[in-house]
């Protein structure tokens, strides 16, 4: 495996790193100020002009959809592998990848549709979504039931002639907060006897669809994610054609697992670059904060967790290098437990350099002065997206024991040796 940066991605990374330091930090404040703004006004649920403002200077870039691989539709679009370094430099800032197209969940909805969906669909939704003018939603996990086991899903996908009539109540809908979010992908059940994971399917439901009702919106540990938001969504004999339908009766798990993939390796990428910046942030603090005589940086206690932070995030992205890779060569089913493994470690490895970093703060670690806080609490959140990680644990842990049983007809080997 090599994992050098083509010509093709340093000059990438080098014009997004540019575009970074011109348009994305400068633009910080600006973001909080737009949100505050729209929230007095009682509009927090508004798109914000910063973000379309800047959207055609990405364009113009060539920083516009780098993350769907093998699209006609999106020729500029690069493997995993190459894709990595940029999604990190995007993860720096929790708002930037929408300005280049890249954001959670549109890009994971946006390779389901060209996956899996018709010409149809594509031309009708995959297609505003590529040019940023619409947004999406996945409608997966449910209140009512323990949803890190997806089987569990109730949600009712029931076939009437030409239609399938939906009934379900969903949560942690994230994007439907938004007046732009045109199209839902939803899970639910379409046979209750089929095997157990041939029972559900995945249906598009245009957001406008009669008996859509936006319950209530979610807040992560406070913050609101306006004018994004997690929503908490309940269908009512939502009607919707029967080729809406993704693939057919029973594929549901068969795209999930083609979706979630990507999904989970492009947040890890983010989770290394946020914690790149806790980790330069820290350092920055720490040179400039005088403590007991002498600057803070000179307390040995820093230097170790200055060190193990580097460690650490070297570690998660050679993970995640890894992963990419094989995602690229061999394919998601085959690289699951690379994928499983880094979607563990990247946000707890996050979390832990971001807490070091506000403790290096001090209060004003706390406050929205610095990105922190909210970096921190999203982290924390991660361990629950995409699976928790308990759930991607038991599956690595089921892998590593398949691999030492003994194969048919071979004895098992002794416990102990005799003398």
Not at 200 to 209: E, G, I, Y
Not at 212 to 235: K, N, Q, S
Not at 361 to 366: I, K, P, T
């Amino acid at each position: 495996m090599h994992f050098d940066y083509s010509p093709k991605v340093q000059e990438l990374q080098a014009r997004l790193l540019a575009f970074m330091d011109r348009h994305i930090y400068p633009n910080e404040a600006r973001f909080h100020e737009e949100i505050a703004a729209n929230r007095a006004r009682g509009q927090a649920w508004t798109p914000l002009e910063l973000i379309e403002e800047l959207k055609p200077l990405a364009r113009q870039a060539g920083l516009w959809n780098l993350f769907l691989p093998h699209s006609p539709r999106a020729p500029e679009g690069l493997s995993n592998l190459e894709y990595a370094p940029l999604c990190e430099i995007m993860g720096r800032v929790h708002w930037a990848p929408e300005v280049f197209n890249c954001n959670a969940p549109d890009t994971g909805n946006m390779e389901t549709l060209e996956r899996y969906g018709s010409e149809e669909h594509k031309r009708q939704w995959l297609d505003p979504l590529l040019r940023g003018e619409i947004r999406s939603a996945f409608l997966m996990t449910e209140p009512a039931v323990a949803s890190s086991d997806a089987t569990n899903i109730q949600c009712e996908i029931r076939r009437e002639g030409e239609h399938y009539v939906i009934n379900g109540r969903k949560w942690w809908s994230s994007g439907v907060g938004d007046p732009r979010c045109a199209i839902f992908i939803v899970m639910g059940k379409t046979d209750a006897d089929a095997p157990r994971h041939s029972q559900q399917s995945m249906v598009l439901v245009p957001a406008a669809t009669p008996g859509v009702t936006i319950l209530r919106h979610l807040p992560i540990f406070g913050y609101d994610d306006a004018p994004h938001g997690h929503m908490e969504v309940l269908l009512e004999n939502v009607r919707v054609p029967a080729s809406n339908i993704l693939l057919g009766e029973g594929r549901g798990f068969e795209i999930a697992q083609g979706r979630l993939g990507p999904g989970r390796i492009h947040h890890c990428m983010r989770s290394i670059g946020i914690a790149e910046r806790a980790l330069e942030l820290m350092c920055k603090r720490l040179n400039e904060r005088i403590a007991f005589g002498k600057p803070v940086s000179a307390q040995s206690v820093w230097h170790e967790r200055i060190a193990e932070s580097r460690c650490m995030i070297e570690q998660a992205r050679l993970l995640t290098l890894k992963a990419a890779y094989m995602m690229d060569t061999v394919g998601n089913k085959v690289a699951k437990a690379e994928i499983a493994m880094i979607k563990v470690v990247a946000p707890n490895m996050a979390a832990k350099v971001i807490d070091w970093a506000i403790q290096a703060h001090g209060g004003a670690g706390m406050s929205d002065d610095f990105p922190l806080a909210y970096a921190y609490v999203w982290q924390r959140a991660l361990r629950f997206a995409d699976g928790p990680d308990e759930v991607h644990r038991a599956s690595l842990a089921k892998l590593e024991l398949a691999r030492h049983l003994p194969r048919p007809g071979e004895a098992a080997a002794p416990l102990t040796r005799s003398a």
